[in-house]
């Protein structure tokens, strides 16, 4: 089989023989590529295997333990075929590097036999080779006297907190120093059915440190004097980190879904994506106003939320829409990333008389409803439409008499019978006419004041028209097909 693609390590690597743990499952991406892991009913497949049985090279006495995923999207359940535990994900998750899947096992029963457990790891993803490969837990034979102890994370943001976890044997109390709130010392009594006795607490850093030491000492007496034994453990402040900022077409986080560089259309929402290390909080700076500490993934529409952020100075629109993640944390570190969305222009849907006597206005945008509009009707003929584009431009057209420019100035339908329906036009200023879909030129007089009947063959139709200086004109229709 091929060489394992994920990083995988257990927290604690090293374990007392005939207890019960909590083993935590670090699944991390250390390549330089993000990893695609595929989700849904046909989901990638990481499958550990614990070795059973009694011999030095065994780890648990059974399988009948649980399993949490402490990461969004994943999760972890003991197979119904075989022994094995199964992680699977509900949708698509890109893992970029530094990303990491946690999962816990609970109550995780090991044997009474000193030695090295390998623990076996399979990786089914997407259409690669199964991959397999092994991670070694040490079971150690306690002392009469003795502890051992492990912090759940290693490394904590600003603010953040892990669980520091010991188990003791001989003890009657464990006394615990280092931290960095509160008393600095604190004791805790040494409770439980059976050796080893498991004791945990809450431990943090201080907000100007770079590490701090706990040192645990396990006491078998009532004194300072009575015999004791002693570990530490060392917990480390990381710089906060953006790992992954990443555009999507759709919900769908596939790497083939991912938005390129082409403009959007200013209507077409699209799905961001981000995974942080190590932040304390973070801020995502939309072109409105700034959201704190949003969920991912977040559907947008860029060009809405353009327009929206600038209402009444439609003039100062930027180019671009900008989506800006900034990541807070320990020192100030705070990176920052920015994806910018470039837009298409906004078009013409209509911009007509509502009716064939050429009286009351009506308008549209394509796509509809773009708020960057104003509409002039003064007391004297033409009336003017003027949508305002990205970047500050602007385009003006025209509908009534007294004007050169061209015109559609009535497009409507009514049903015949059927699936066939009569397209009415009345234009102005026009040298040539095309209705779509079908590609269909109209000549002559049709150009001015025309019809169609046709069979209804889609939900929209489309005029466009030509001056004689070259510019055009569109005006877009809905027709509903109703039946017979």
């Not at 600095?184 to 009594?189: C, L, P, V």
């Not at 298409?344 to 064939?356: L, R, S």
Request: some cysteine; hydrophobic content about 35%; glycine content about 8%.
């Amino acid at each position: 089989m091929a060489n394992l693609t994920f990083d995988y390590s257990f927290q604690p690597s090293e374990i007392f023989t005939n207890s019960v743990v909590d083993l935590n499952l670090y699944v991390t991406n250390n390549t330089n590529d993000t990893i695609e892991f595929e989700g849904g009913p046909n989901s990638d497949e990481i499958h550990i295997n614990f070795p059973q049985g009694s011999g030095a090279t065994k780890l648990v006495t059974n399988v009948g333990f649980t399993a949490n995923s402490d990461t969004k999207y994943f999760s972890c359940a003991k197979s119904a075929s075989d022994d094995d535990y199964v992680i699977t994900a509900t949708m698509n998750v890109p893992i970029p590097k530094g990303g990491q899947i946690h999962i816990i096992f609970l109550q995780v029963p090991i044997n009474d036999t000193p030695g090295t457990a390998p623990v076996t790891f399979t990786e089914y993803l997407g259409s690669a080779d199964p991959a397999t490969g092994t991670r070694d837990i040490v079971k150690t034979q306690p002392a009469a006297l003795s502890i051992m102890a492990y912090l759940q994370q290693q490394v904590v943001g600003l603010g953040q907190t892990t669980t520091l976890t010991w188990y003791s044997t001989g003890a009657t109390r464990v006394v615990v120093t280092g931290f960095a709130t509160g008393d600095k010392q604190r004791t805790f009594a040494v409770q439980g059915d059976r050796p080893p006795y498991k004791g945990s607490c809450i431990v943090d850093i201080a907000a100007d440190l770079d590490s701090t030491t706990y040192t645990l000492i396990a006491y078998n007496g009532n004194g300072n004097s009575d015999p004791s034994v002693q570990t530490y453990v060392v917990l480390y402040h990381g710089d906060a980190k953006i790992n992954s900022f990443v555009a999507y077409k759709t919900d769908d986080l596939s790497q083939h879904n991912e938005v390129g560089s082409e403009p959007l259309a200013v209507d077409q929402p699209v799905t961001l994506y981000w995974y942080l290390t190590y932040a304390s909080r973070w801020q995502l700076k939309p072109p409105g106003k700034p959201l704190n500490n949003p969920i991912t993934p977040r559907q947008v529409t860029p060009g809405m939320e353009l327009v929206q952020a600038f209402p009444g100075n439609y003039s100062n629109m930027p180019a671009t829409s900008d989506y800006k993640l900034t990541a807070f944390g320990f020192k100030d570190r705070n990176p920052s990333q920015t994806i910018s969305f470039k837009l298409k222009p906004v078009g013409i849907g209509y911009f007509k008389f509502k009716d064939p006597a050429l009286t009351q206005v009506v308008w549209q945008t394509d796509p509809a409803d773009w708020l960057a509009v104003e509409i002039n009707i003064p007391a004297q003929q033409p009336y003017t439409f003027t949508i305002w584009q990205p970047g500050g431009k602007f385009d003006v057209y025209y509908l009534g008499s007294n004007d050169t420019h061209p015109q559609i100035q009535y497009f409507d339908y009514t049903k015949v019978s059927g699936d066939q329906y009569k397209l009415s036009w009345i234009t102005a200023n026009l040298t040539s006419l095309t209705l779509n879909p079908g590609n269909i030129s109209i000549t002559g007089d049709q150009i001015k004041n025309g019809s169609q009947t046709l069979k209804l063959e889609a939900a929209q139709y489309r005029l466009t028209g030509l001056a004689s200086d070259g510019s055009k004109i569109d005006s877009v229709l809905n027709v509903p097909y109703t039946g017979n």
